[in-house]
Nanobody, 114 residues
């Protein structure tokens, strides 16, 4: 069973930046398309960015041009660089395979507020 551990969240002012990390256990990471998701209370979890094993990327329109997803297969780790943060980016951020086929980790809270 694959497990994910997200870190790097925090409180940041609008326009600020954060880098999230996702550490994954198991060998599946290297062959899996991975995704960053976010969820706010009362809403469904949504995919914001994804990356294939060959590093092809996908971004939701709401984050395109501001967020950058990357992965380090040697470290079984995925990253999300978030720039020009907006209050509407406030959410708990999670990682999983792109098809969200595995149990969710605890996530990391990102709060964008002045």
């Amino acid at each position: 069973q694959v497990q994910f551990m997200e870190s790097g969240g925090g409180l940041v002012q609008p326009g600020g930046s954060l880098r999230l990390s996702c550490a994954a256990s198991g060998s599946i990471f290297r062959i899996a398309a991975m995704g960053w998701f976010r969820q706010v209370p009362g809403k469904q979890r949504e995919l914001v960015a994804a990356i294939s094993p060959s590093t092809l990327t996908y971004y939701d329109d709401s984050v395109k041009g501001r967020f950058t997803i990357s992965r380090d297969n040697a470290k079984n780790t995925m990253y999300l660089r978030m720039n020009s943060l907006k209050p509407e980016d406030t959410a708990v951020y999670y990682c999983n395979t792109r098809d969200s086929a595995h149990f969710w980790g605890q996530g990391t809270q990102v709060t964008v507020s002045s």
